[in-house]
């Protein structure tokens, strides 16, 4: 049986931890962390060290934790035999750990928290490995718990990451100003939910350049000086003109 160290306890951790433990053809031999006692859900399950002088064999190591401590946390890993260590970021070279014998990356391009559930299969492992035992342990380890593995390189990588960021990170902070804004006039936040929802629906049958709507894309200029009024005295105002000027630039494109 193909067996994985993870090494982290934050979000990425948890839900490798659980799609492992979920997989018959492969054993969690260990979850590494920092904390005194793991605060997984299922964490009877696991077997929980928080030292790394005590990691256990295994065929994979998936250093999931922040970007700035992988090579740190990889310098402590010593090479067992064929074993090949991966980190699981998205902007972070292959070649961080380039001090072991065998590696690689597993990155997933989703948006993982410990309270939200996710279907892993339907998300997309990007991976990349220095040699070809150790694509052959990291894609067997990637198609046992996913539909869509896509060989990437880091630098392809770092543009999929970048990407990722704005349409994930930066469209949640949008929707944190827009209940901001709301909530400053005692507004129901939830009110917006529905928008949200046909927002990223709309997605899965137009192009974003077929989707766009909104006062910058018809160039209406006299309900974005309104807006602008609106937000004068907010954090927000910047933002807004930031945007606004963004995509009145792009207004050729997106009208084609």
Do not use: W
């Not at 090579?71 to 902007?91: F, L, M, P, T, Y």
């Not at 469209?171 to 209940?179: K, L, T």
């Not at 928008?195 to 974003?208: D, F, I, W």
């Not at 003109?241 to 207004?251: F, V």
Request: proline share 2%; glycine share 2%.
């Amino acid at each position: 049986m193909f067996s994985v160290c993870v090494i982290g306890t934050g979000n990425v951790a948890y839900h490798f931890s659980k799609i492992i433990l979920e997989n018959k053809n492969l054993k969690l031999s260990q979850v590494i962390g920092r904390k005194k006692e793991l605060d997984f859900e299922f964490k009877l399950n696991i077997n929980y060290n928080n030292n790394l002088n005590s990691i256990a064999d295994a065929d994979l190591y998936l250093i999931c934790v922040s970007d700035v401590t992988i090579k740190e946390i990889s310098k402590k890993i010593k090479d067992k035999s064929n074993s090949v260590i991966a980190h699981c970021s998205g902007s972070t070279n292959i070649n961080v750990l380039k001090n072991h014998k065998n590696f690689g990356v597993i990155y997933p391009l989703q948006t993982l928290t410990k309270k939200k559930k996710i279907d892993f299969y339907k998300t997309p492992l990007l991976i990349e490995a220095n040699n070809r035992n150790s694509f052959k342990k990291i894609n067997f380890f990637s198609k046992s718990i996913c539909n869509q593995v896509i060989k990437c390189n880091s630098d392809e990588r770092a543009y999929v990451h970048v990407s990722a960021v704005f349409c994930n990170n930066f469209v949640n902070y949008m929707n944190f100003i827009s209940q901001k804004i709301l909530e400053s006039k005692k507004i129901d936040p939830k009110i917006i939910l529905p928008l949200v929802s046909e927002t990223a629906n709309k997605l899965v049958q137009l192009r974003p350049i077929e989707a766009q709507t909104g006062p910058a894309i018809r160039k209406d200029m006299v309900t974005i000086k309104k807006h602008l009024h609106l937000l004068e005295n907010s954090d927000f105002f910047y933002l807004y003109k930031i945007l606004t000027n963004s995509i009145l630039k792009n207004t050729d494109e997106l009208q084609e």
